[in-house]
């Protein structure tokens, strides 16, 4: 059973920063695109960063772009979301979610509108709570 545990959320005042954690577990974490989704209240769910373990690709939407920082640790199954230069309008719950399995597919030929498309999604986590003081 495919499993994703977010964790790493919280309280921080505007300029501060936090490292989101998306652990996985029951995967082959080398054949796998995660993704980092978030949703505050009244928002629609908005897709932010995603990087896929089969080539390695990343990518950010226009408004995370130079805040914040995707990667993967391998060895620990883990997706790391580094937010820095936060804002208030960076509160929400974010969310991680699993393509899987990639089968060593470029990501992007996997999509018909971009890296966010949310039902290209299969996994979802529970999500965890990011809130920006100003």
């Known amino acids: 059973e495919v499993q994703l545990v977010e964790s790493g959320g919280g309280l921080v005042q505007a300029g501060g920063s936090l490292n989101l954690s998306c652990a996985a577990a029951?995967?082959?974490?080398?054949?796998?695109?995660i993704g980092w989704f978030r949703q505050a209240p009244g928002k629609e769910r908005e897709g932010i960063s995603c990087?896929?373990?089969?080539?390695?690709?990343?990518y950010y939407a226009d408004s995370v772009k130079g805040r914040f920082t995707i990667s993967s640790d391998n060895a620990k199954n883990t997706v790391y979301l580094q937010m820095d230069s936060l804002k208030p309008e960076d509160t929400a719950v974010y969310s991680c979610a699993a393509i899987y399995p990639m089968a060593a597919r470029v990501f992007a030929s996997t999509w018909s509108r971009g890296p966010f498309d949310p039902y290209m999604y299969d996994y979802w986590g529970q999500g965890t709570q990011v809130s920006v003081s100003s």
């Open positions: 029951g995967l082959s974490f080398d054949d796998v695109a």
């Open positions: 990087i896929s373990t089969s080539d390695a690709s990343t």
